[in-house]
């Protein structure tokens, strides 16, 4: 969290960023309430994208949503062009305003459509001194496939820098005759804690993201939370700022959404009048979502936040909130398990990650009732990140634990046991900390490599005058400076070995010969299966195949051959049963999962369906009485070859 104004100032700037991807509808009428005016605009070193042929820059004015633009003349063959004109722009919300500024080179004499874009920059107008004559130097980053869109991918500067005069005048004043003038500007704070009961997409689980605006304003300042995967009730713990200029008419849309085939789809939407919340005041909120898909009878979507108004530069929340791209400490304290479903002779461990950071603890020789008591430390992690440990042995795999970091409060420790999945039973006994990361901290978890004194702290009486020596030391001082005190931190220079890793290809053939004992749902009238390839995530991926319908339940010879070319180690091979109903619905009873990792040159299984849990209430009425809802039976040959 930024701690000052300066600090504040840049974390405002990263969240206007995101308007420049907008897509605004044409001809939207605001009012004007105050106008831009801009002089003596002079660049100097602006890129060109092309170093064989000279650019014709000229430079583009526009308030972030507006149709109304101010340009320049093009000036030819220079990448330094100074420009005399005076221009002036319509203003609509003064707190809010985004004003994107872009350099455009012509391909002929006079600015067209066609032309492209060769720098971006953009400047919050509330940062301006409002009715003074202002200087300011812009630091273009290079622009998006030559849109006028930056490249997040360039730094600042790399496409130049431009300066010019700004006056921002209130209507009743006159351009460039200096007439002070103000206004308070209000940052709506929101800090989005979760959501309950979001709706099924398909009857599948979403995975769900809000996706937030800002109404009536120029500026609508597009923003997202981090996306929850496969949940009903997504935990986001995050936080939003809009620049709010008139709150009490003001509201923020809120639209929870999940992506399916790459496209977002709405699953609920809800509107937050700023009105109900008070200046320098926390309040809490529980808003109802309509929503736009599932079943009417289902329990309402509510999200869950905590809202803040707030004068400019003010720290929301008291600094205990985070924004989803400051970074942390992250502190587990691995201490036992219990339950373990560990053979005699194993010696379980732990392996944590969080992204591609992968850290272990020691073994221990108590195979179902494992004590570990090892302290594990992650640096400078995003808290949308999950944090996942397996436990397991050199041959075997007892379960593991997913947990998204920000159902962690900053600051506390956290002490708690965590059930084991893909297990039979176990929990693991862990006491996790999140503390916001200081950018000037030293990260070491080594103590050993820590020189624990000072230089020049030891007396000694060996001379270094290299003239000549007077005397030899044949001891030095016994008084070495307490390491508890202060550390004087060696640097270590670590070496990559790099080494090139073979790449492993799977592919599965199979069968699905059987179905078994499939019980017969009321008003069912006929069953089939569909195998898939799911990921880690257990995303679906684009393998699918599916059986022909049978009106036949109970034991069902299929004898359905399927392949699988491209297995990574992580998938799993899945079947699901549904059945067609008299209503027309096509429900799905359960499904039995094989990870493919655990499989061998020619695997023979027989699996139970287990009905999905976000649906076993649904599926009690229709299998009323089923004492299991079925087995599948597979034959299975893998091979797994590198290269």
């Not at 103590?447 to 060996?462: M, R, T, V």
Request: with cysteine; proline share 5%; charged share 30%.
């Amino acid at each position: 969290m930024a701690e000052n104004p300066e600090e504040m100032a840049d974390v405002l700037a990263q969240h206007a960023e995101h308007a420049e991807s907008q897509k605004v509808k044409k001809l939207k009428v605001y009012q004007t309430t105050y106008k831009i005016n801009v002089r003596k605009i002079s660049c100097k070193r602006l890129y060109n994208p092309n170093s064989d042929q000279t650019i014709n820059p000229y430079v583009v004015f526009q308030v972030q949503g507006a149709d109304a633009r101010a340009l320049t003349p093009a000036h030819a063959k220079t990448r330094g062009p100074v420009y005399t004109e005076e221009l002036q722009l319509d203003g609509y919300c003064v707190g809010s305003d985004l004003l994107k500024v872009t350099v455009f080179t012509a391909k002929g004499e006079e600015p067209s459509p066609e032309d492209r874009c060769i720098a971006y920059a953009q400047i919050p107008i509330c940062d301006l001194e409002l009715g003074s004559i202002v200087s300011h130097t812009f630091k273009f980053f290079k622009s998006r496939d030559g849109k006028p869109l930056r490249d997040k991918r360039s730094k600042e500067g790399s496409a130049g820098t431009m300066t010019c005069e700004f006056h921002i005048a209130d209507l009743g004043s006159i351009s460039w005759e200096e007439r002070k003038w103000g206004t308070t500007y209000y940052r709506a704070w929101i800090h989005f804690i979760k959501a309950e009961n979001v709706p099924l997409i398909n009857k599948n689980q979403p995975s769900p993201y809000l996706f937030t605006r800002i109404k009536p304003a120029s500026n609508v300042q597009e923003q997202k939370t981090s996306t929850c995967i496969e949940t009903t009730n997504p935990v986001w713990n995050e936080l939003h700022c809009y620049m709010a200029d008139d709150y009490a008419h003001q509201i923020v849309k809120l639209t929870l959404r999940t992506d399916v085939d790459g496209k977002p789809v709405d699953l609920a939407t809800a509107s937050f009048q700023l009105a109900q919340a008070r200046p320098n005041e926390i309040t809490t909120h529980n808003l109802s979502m309509n929503s736009g898909v599932g079943n009417p009878d289902e329990k309402g979507c509510i999200v869950r936040f905590r809202c803040q108004l707030l004068e400019k530069n003010k720290i929301p929340f008291d600094g205990s909130v985070a924004f989803k791209h400051d970074l942390f400490n992250v502190e587990v304290n691995v201490i036992e398990g219990k339950e373990i479903t560990a053979n005699p002779g194993d010696k379980p461990l732990c392996v944590l990650n969080i992204d591609k950071n992968i850290k272990k603890t020691r073994e221990s020789n108590q195979p179902t009732e494992p004590q570990w008591d090892h302290r594990i430390l992650f640096s400078r992690v995003e808290q949308r990140r999950y944090l996942e440990l397996k436990v397991q042995d050199k041959h075997h795999r007892f379960g593991n634990v997913r947990l998204h970091l920000t159902r962690f409060p900053l600051n506390q420790e956290t002490d708690n046991w965590y059930a084991l999945h893909d297990a039979a039973s176990g929990q693991v006994h862990l006491r996790i900390r999140l503390t916001r990361c200081d950018n000037d901290e030293i990260y070491d978890d080594d103590p050993e490599h820590h020189c624990h004194f000072e230089w020049q702290e030891i007396n000694s009486d060996y001379s270094t005058d290299f003239t000549g020596y007077d005397s030899c030391s044949s001891s030095l001082s016994s008084t070495i400076h307490s390491s508890s005190e202060r550390f004087h931190y060696e640097p270590r220079h670590a070496v990559d070995d790099y080494e090139d890793k073979p790449i492993r290809n799977q592919t599965v053939d199979g069968v699905l010969s059987n179905l078994l004992n499939v019980f017969q749902g009321q008003n069912a009238k006929s069953v089939y299966a569909r195998i898939s390839l799911h990921g880690k995530g257990h995303e679906k991926k684009k393998y699918n195949v599916e059986t022909e319908p049978t009106e036949q339940f109970g034991d069902i010879e299929l004898n359905k051959e399927f392949n699988f070319p491209r297995v990574k180690k992580g998938d799993s091979i899945r079947v699901t049963i549904l059945e067609k109903f008299e209503e027309g619905d096509d429900v799905v009873v359960g499904f039995a999962e094989v990870p493919a990792k655990e499989l061998g040159d020619e695997t023979n299984v027989e699996i139970s369906v287990s009905a999905p849990k976000n649906q076993k209430k649904a599926l009690a009425k229709k299998f009323e009485g089923a004492e299991e809802l079925g087995r599948v039976k597979l034959s299975l040959k893998s091979k797994v070859t590198f290269q």
